[in-house]
Nanobody
Framework: LQLSEFGGGSVQAAGSLRLSCVGS????????VGWFRQAPGKEREGVSY????????YYADSVKGRFTISQAADKTTVSLQMNSLKPDDTAMYYC???????????????????????WGQGTQVTVSS
């Protein structure tokens, strides 16, 4: 499974961006798909994840109420709508996926990178003040 992210860019604070994650020739039917980010000099941070096919979503506290993860109706794309962006949201954003749902269950452990088998190359998001 090859993942590709789209939609990064530069925006001013309070603006919005929408990121998309597409699996090459793949349909997300029963997967955990997550979004992570990594700023220079910082560890990779889990932002959100979704149980595809079930529609359950989970968010890090830092983005709750501002970001929304969703799955397209054709099940080929998982998107991250990012509103009210802040300079602290500046980072490289990665999507990640695993076959099946999380063995740890639907918990905050889904925001840990080790849970995922497949990773995209990342897309840069820059938020200026």
């Amino acid at each position: 499974l090859q993942l590709s992210e789209f939609g990064g860019g530069s925006v001013q604070a309070a603006g919005s961006l929408r990121l998309s994650c597409v699996g090459s020739g793949y349909t997300y039917s029963r997967n955990a798909v997550g979004w992570f980010r990594q700023a220079p000099g910082k560890e990779r941070e889990g932002v959100s994840y979704i149980y595809t096919g079930a529609g359950r979503t989970y968010y890090a506290d830092s983005v709750k109420g501002r970001f929304t993860i969703s799955q397209a109706a054709d099940k080929t794309t998982v998107s991250l709508q990012m509103n009210s962006l802040k300079p602290d949201d500046t980072a490289m954003y990665y999507c990640a996926a695993r076959d099946g749902w999380l063995p740890s269950g639907f918990t905050s452990l889904g925001l840990q990178a080790y849970q995922y088998n497949y990773w995209g190359q990342g897309t840069q998001v820059t938020v200026s003040s």
